[in-house]
Structure formats: structure tokens, C-alpha cells
């Protein structure tokens, strides 16, 4: 089946750059997500990366996607205190969607 | 104009109780589902609705029944709940093929004691 692989902590001081890094197993992934969930709030869909795209910028943040190594990663620039939260790495293949979430990682941001 | 709105928000009953718990969506979306998030933060699909029809069950106990009545609602009734049963609960919405917009509510918290 199915598996997606995040570690599960990461800690930076602000303004620093956060990398977080996701695997999976699904060759057949055709969507990849990043979501992000605030202490007891939902799922906020940050950004996504087609299969085969291997980079996708959106203002501070930009996904890298190594389709060969099944490697995505997640790169908040200029990170500050308010981006703590969990980010979960997520993804989808073909058929009707449902998405396979990775444990998520907390990213805690220290002024 | 919340998109995807959950009822109740917090939910704390006891064991062997039967609760429900309501999802609407005004984002005219042809797909819903529920996820379960778990004490460890493990978020895990267990249904997905299309157009009413059920799509998707995945490994959920028959206690858990999802009901469509139309497009823009998916609830979910539990039967006889279990303490396992305590979790986050998420309904999400998308159109169909459009994987990349798949919208959460803000989550049920259900705690069974």
C-alpha cells in the first residue's frame, strides 16, 4: 500500500530558511500536498505539486519533488513565529482522490 | 461564507452512546469525504462520497455510517461508541478530478469517555 514518510520534528529561530522533507512509496502519485495545521484548527491547504513538475514557487514557500527518489520537500523562507504548526505531506494518485497523509512534522519557529 | 463547516465542533459523550456528526459545503462540490485524525495526529481517509454514492470505504468498524443527502451534505453516525472511537474528526470537499482543491472543514473533537 500506500505510505508517506515525514520526520517528525523540526525546530528553527526566525527568519532562517525550514526545509521539510516528506517520501513516499506511490509511483503512481500523481498529486503531491503540503498542509498545514494550526494548534487545535483544521487543514489549510498551503500548496501542491503535479507529478511532473519538479519545482513549484509560491512567495515564501517552494516545493522541490525528485519524482526518482520519491523525495518532496517542503522550503519556508524567512520563517517566522507564526508558521509553527504541523505540516503534513500528502498525496494522491489516480482514480477518484483520497488523500494518504505522512504523520506530519511540527515545525516550531523560536524568535 | 465559511466553505466546509462541521457541527458540532466539540463532542464529548459516553461509551455505547450513538452521535452524529454534520458536514455541509457551499463550494459546489460534487465530492466529500471524511478523514480521521487520531491522538497521534495520524489523519486516515474512511469514506468519500460522489454525487451521493459512496466511492470509497476503507477498513472503518460497520458501526460508522456516512449519509449523503445530497451533494453539499456528508454526515457521519456513530453507533455504540468505543473510547478508541476519540479522535478528530474532518470532512473534506472537492471536484471531482480537481485533487488539488480539496478543502477541510475545521474538524469535530469527539471524546468518549
Known amino acids: 500500500g500506500e505510505d508517506v514518510e515525514q520526520s517528525l520534528f523540526l525546530s528553527v529561530r526566525e527568519g532562517d530558511s525550514s526545509v521539510i522533507n516528506c517520501t513516499y512509496t506511490?509511483?503512481?502519485?500523481?498529486?503531491l500536498y503540503w498542509y498545514k495545521q494550526e494548534p487545535g484548527a483544521g487543514l489549510q491547504l498551503l500548496t501542491y505539486i503535479f507529478s511532473n513538475m519538479d519545482m513549484k514557487q509560491d512567495q515564501r514557500l517552494t516545493v522541490l519533488l525528485n519524482k526518482k527518489d520519491k523525495h518532496l520537500s517542503l522550503r519556508i523562507a524567512d520563517t517566522q513565529t507564526g508558521d509553527s504548526a504541523i505540516y503534513f505531506c500528502?498525496?494522491?494518485?489516480?482514480?477518484?482522490?483520497?488523500?494518504?497523509f505522512g504523520k506530519g512534522t511540527m515545525l516550531l519557529v523560536s524568535p | 461564507d465559511t466553505a466546509v463547516s462541521q457541527t458540532p465542533k466539540y463532542l464529548v459523550t459516553q461509551m455505547g452512546n450513538d452521535k452524529s456528526i454534520k458536514c455541509e459545503q457551499n463550494?459546489?462540490?460534487?465530492?466529500m469525504y471524511w478523514y480521521k485524525q487520531d491522538s497521534k495526529k495520524f489523519l486516515k481517509i474512511m469514506f468519500s462520497y460522489n454525487n451521493k454514492e459512496l466511492i470509497i470505504n476503507e477498513t472503518v468498524p460497520n458501526r460508522f455510517s456516512p449519509k449523503s443527502p445530497d451533494k453539499a451534505h456528508l454526515n457521519l453516525h456513530i453507533n455504540s461508541l468505543e473510547l478508541g472511537d476519540s479522535a478528530v474528526y474532518f470532512c473534506?470537499?472537492?471536484?471531482?478530478?480537481?485533487?488539488?482543491?480539496?478543502?477541510f472543514g475545521p474538524g469535530t473533537r469527539l471524546l468518549v469517555l
Open positions: 506511490d509511483s503512481s502519485s500523481t498529486y
Open positions: 463550494l459546489g462540490h460534487d465530492t
Open positions: 500528502a498525496e494522491t494518485h489516480s482514480g477518484y482522490s483520497t488523500l494518504t
Open positions: 473534506a470537499s472537492s471536484q471531482g478530478s480537481r485533487r488539488e482543491t480539496q478543502y
